[in-house]
């Protein structure tokens, strides 16, 4: 089976970095993705990650080290805006193939 | 450009009654599907998955079905609601080959009473 760790809940002030870690543990790797939700919102994708390393989107970026079933979203220069949850995402075997499968988000929470 | 439209937003339904939740995409073919479910504060979690029609994979027993008549219709049904099916429901799709962003509909709120 498939699971993601995410810690629960992150707080910030604006202006500053926070990094939001997940671990995965999936039969079959075939990436990792990021996606944010706001509140009463439908989620959005953010970032995704085959390979190992870094990518940049703007403020937001996204690590993954595959040997290491882990990764990362690090958001810089801290917006209000940015207070949202935030899934990591990995695609895992199932009767039809390789769906999406969601942990439990991180709860971002930024004050002026 | 592909849309996806998700209806109801939301929706108060009494305890056993049956529900229906449709998901339309447009402007793709031969998407994957998802139906995913949404408690209050908590993650997503995976109901059923399609890689076409009449494919259809569950990943939680419960009184939940779904079907997917046509290539870009999927539909969420029970028979009989309860309470603990109250939540927030999202439709999201994916390119059927090669995607890797997942792209989801605005939600139905169910709330079981």
């Known amino acids: 089976g498939q699971s993601l760790e995410q810690p629960s809940e992150v707080t910030a002030v604006e202006g500053a970095i926070v990094q939001i870690n997940c671990t995965y543990q999936?039969?079959?790797?075939?990436?990792l993705s990021w996606y944010q939700q706001h509140d009463g919102g439908a989620p959005t994708f953010l970032s995704y990650?085959?390979?190992?390393g870094l990518e940049e989107t703007g403020r937001f970026s996204s690590f993954l080290s595959r040997s290491d079933s882990y990764g990362y979203l690090l958001l810089q220069e801290l917006q209000m805006k940015d207070s949202a949850s935030y899934f990591c995402?990995?695609?895992?075997?199932?009767?039809?193939?390789?769906?999406?499968?969601f942990g439990k988000g991180t709860t971002l929470s930024v004050s002026s | 450009s592909q849309t996806i439209h998700q209806w109801p937003a939301t929706l108060v339904q009494p305890v056993g009654s049956p529900l229906s939740l449709e998901c339309t995409v447009e402007?793709?073919?031969?998407?994957?599907l998802y139906w995913y479910r949404q408690a209050a504060g908590r993650g997503l979690q995976l109901l059923f998955y399609?890689?076409?029609?009449?494919?259809i994979s569950s990943e939680v027993p419960q009184n939940l079905s779904a079907s997917r008549p046509q290539d870009r219709q999927f539909i969420l049904s029970s028979k009989k609601l309860l309470l603990s099916d109250s939540g927030f429901y999202l439709c999201?799709?994916?390119?059927?080959?090669?995607?890797?962003?997942?792209?989801f509909g605005q939600g139905t709120r169910l709330t079981v009473v």
């Open positions: 999201a799709w994916e390119a059927g080959a090669g995607g890797f962003e997942a792209f």
């Open positions: 999936t039969s079959g790797f075939y990436g």
């Open positions: 990650n085959a390979l190992d």
């Open positions: 995402a990995v695609r895992g075997f199932n009767q039809a193939g390789t769906a999406l499968i």
């Open positions: 402007g793709t073919s031969n998407p994957n």
């Open positions: 399609s890689v076409g029609i009449g494919q």
